[in-house]
C-alpha cells in the first residue's frame, strides 16, 4: 500500500464513521476500475462537489423538506 504525506484541508473527521467507510471504499472501487469509467465517475463527482443545495435543483434531493429545516 502506498504512504502518501498530502497536506490538504480535509474535514473527514466531521463525517461519521460509516460515512467515512463509504468514502473509502468509493476510492476503493474507483481505483480497481478502469480509467474510461474512473474518468465518468470523476466527472461526476466534481459536479456533486460543486453543488449548493440552497439553490441548485439535485435529482432526488428532497429541497423543499430541506430547506425547511435549513433555511437560508
Do not use: G
Amino acid at each position: 500500500m502506498a504512504d502518501f504525506n498530502i497536506k490538504l484541508n480535509c474535514r473527514i473527521e466531521e463525517l461519521q464513521e460509516e460515512e467515512q467507510l463509504i468514502i473509502v471504499r468509493l476510492v476503493n472501487h474507483l481505483a480497481s476500475q478502469p480509467d474510461d469509467y474512473r474518468k465518468s465517475a470523476f466527472k461526476r463527482l466534481l459536479n456533486i462537489s460543486q453543488e449548493n443545495p440552497w439553490v441548485d435543483d439535485i435529482p432526488v434531493f428532497d429541497k423543499e423538506t430541506f430547506l425547511k429545516n435549513h433555511p437560508a
